[in-house]
């Protein structure tokens, strides 16, 4: 599976950007997919994940009620819609294929180590 990310850039604080992720691979629509970010001199998060059909979405405590992670499976394609953005969202965004989940005392929680693939990153700059 090879993901291409784009749609990051430079943006005031309570702004919105959309990122895209491309996906190749006939075996897309099998896989849980998400969104991970890097900030400068930080280790990599998890922002948000979506399971194959769409049906069930998670979040970091940090994005949500602010992002909105969606797919379009017969595309290839995962979204992330990100609303009302703060300057510490700054980061790089990556794209996540076939990612593995922990569950823990009644929440998933997913990890860098449980991602199969990744994307180039694509930068979100969110200026004060």
């Known amino acids: 599976v090879q993901l291409q990310a784009s749609g990051g850039g430079l943006v005031q604080t309570g702004g919105s950007l959309r990122l895209s992720c491309e996906a190749s691979g006939r075996t897309f629509s099998s896989y849980v997919m998400g969104w991970f970010r890097q900030a400068p001199g930080k280790e990599r998060e998890f922002v948000a994940a979506?399971?194959?059909?769409?049906?069930?979405?998670y979040y970091a405590d940090s994005v949500k009620g602010r992002f909105t992670i969606s797919r379009d499976n017969a595309k290839n394609m995962v979204y992330l819609q990100m609303n009302s953005l703060k300057p510490e969202d700054t980061a790089v965004y990556y794209c996540?294929?076939?990612?593995?989940?922990?569950?823990?005392?009644?929440?998933?929680?997913?990890?860098?180590?449980?991602?199969?693939?990744w994307g180039q990153g694509t930068q979100v700059t969110v200026s004060s």
């Open positions: 996540a294929a076939d990612m593995r989940a922990t569950y823990y005392s009644g929440s998933y929680y997913y990890q860098v180590a449980g991602v199969r693939y």
């Open positions: 979506i399971s194959w059909s769409g049906g069930s979405t």
